[in-house]
């Protein structure tokens, strides 16, 4: 998330406070247990590690993107999570592990 709010600031797509008023508003969703803090784990380094060979020179994944993705597949694995959520078109490599995307900028108004 702060990387996202960080991007949107360098683009100007996002003034400084609405950006905090974003981070703070996913600090409080985080700290009423709204979303589901998953630790990383080291089977999700070796998943990390397989994807960035599958998918790293031909689609531009790169480590971290690969961290998230391997994260993403392992909650869907234990039905966790149905869908992953991202406008980062590198993760769209999700659906070629059986991960349905949501994309939030592609959704109507």
Same mark, same amino acid.
């Given at each position: 998330?702060?990387?996202?709010? @960080?991007?949107?600031?360098?683009? %100007?797509?996002?003034? &400084?406070?609405?950006?905090?008023?974003?981070?703070? /508003?996913? %600090?409080?969703? *985080?700290?009423?247990? #709204?979303?589901? *803090?998953?630790?990383?784990?080291? #089977?999700?380094?070796?998943? @990390?590690?397989? +994807?960035? %060979?599958?998918?790293?020179?031909?689609?531009?994944? #790169? @480590? $971290?993107? /690969? $961290?998230?993705?391997?994260?993403? =597949?392992?909650? +869907?694995?234990?039905?966790? =999570?149905?869908?992953? =959520?991202? /406008?980062? #078109? *590198? +993760?769209?490599?999700? &659906?070629?592990?059986?991960?349905?995307?949501?994309? &939030?900028?592609?959704? &109507?108004?």
């Amino acid at each position: 998330m702060h990387s996202v709010l @960080a991007l949107k600031l360098r683009t %100007g797509e996002m003034a &400084p406070e609405q950006a905090e008023t974003v981070r703070r /508003s996913f %600090g409080f969703d *985080v700290t009423k247990h #709204r979303f589901r *803090v998953a630790a990383l784990r080291v #089977r999700h380094y070796e998943s @990390a590690e397989l +994807l960035l %060979g599958h998918h790293g020179a031909a689609r531009g994944l #790169r @480590a $971290l993107d /690969s $961290l998230q993705l391997a994260s993403a =597949i392992d909650l +869907l694995g234990n039905v966790l =999570i149905d869908s992953f =959520i991202t /406008s980062e #078109r *590198v +993760l769209c490599v999700a &659906p070629l592990e059986g991960l349905a995307v949501i994309d &939030p900028e592609a959704l &109507p108004g």
